[in-house]
């Protein structure tokens, strides 16, 4: 599930279970149309069976645009957080990101920690925010939707940082829905949008 931010954040309601915001059973796929203003991309996310990184027992999300894999990511479920544990078995993150955590009603957090970045890892600090949005029409059917906000600072090295701001939307036995992002750093600034057009769970 991809924004052009590292990682993807949000959050659920306890009764409900993180899972079902972010389904991780083997077989799950999105397929995503991402549009920026000279581009657009359509890709597909898959999740593969888990596997052991460390000491830690994560589940991959394959990345997949032409053909070819542009990432995998590797997620663990901890209590009520689903956490973001790393980008490959050698970009371990440390501490890892949370993306998922349950609540009721609105709930905020924050972190500070690395993501890959032009080949190296560079501090990121984020604070986010959700809300839950009652029900939505997703891909044809009316499910229960939380709302993200979050807004993000990448270092780049020599000075440079880059600010992200956020919207995105999840639904229950879905997970990502849509995505409106805007960038601004080193003197540019850049937005996008990523729609998901189909959903497979897994059989």
């Not at 993180?18 to 149309?33: C, D, N, R, V």
């Not at 949370?98 to 970045?117: D, E, I, M, Q």
């Amino acid at each position: 599930m991809l924004a052009i931010l590292p990682a993807i954040v949000l959050t659920a309601c306890a009764e409900q279970g993180i899972s079902e915001f972010f389904p991780l059973k083997a077989g799950t796929k999105w397929t995503y149309l991402e549009k920026a203003k000279f581009d657009t991309l359509e890709y597909v996310d898959e999740v593969k069976q888990g596997i052991k990184i460390g000491e830690r027992y994560t589940i991959p999300v394959e990345t997949r645009a032409n053909g070819k894999v542009l990432e995998t990511r590797h997620y663990q479920i901890e209590g009520d957080t689903v956490l973001l544990v790393a980008y490959s078995s050698k970009l371990l993150l440390e501490p890892p990101q949370p993306v998922l955590k349950s609540a009721n009603g609105k709930v905020s957090w924050t972190y500070a920690g690395k993501t890959p970045f032009l080949g190296a890892m560079v501090p990121i600090e984020l604070k986010a925010t959700v809300t839950p949005k009652g029900k939505r029409k997703v891909l044809d059917t009316d499910r229960e939707c939380i709302e993200l906000n979050m807004d993000a600072k990448m270092y780049g090295g020599a000075g440079m940082t880059i600010d992200f701001h956020q919207v995105a939307l999840y639904a229950k036995g879905v997970g990502l829905v849509e995505v409106k992002q805007r960038q601004r750093g080193a003197g540019e600034s850049s937005e996008s949008s990523t729609r998901l057009t189909r959903f497979e769970p897994a059989s």
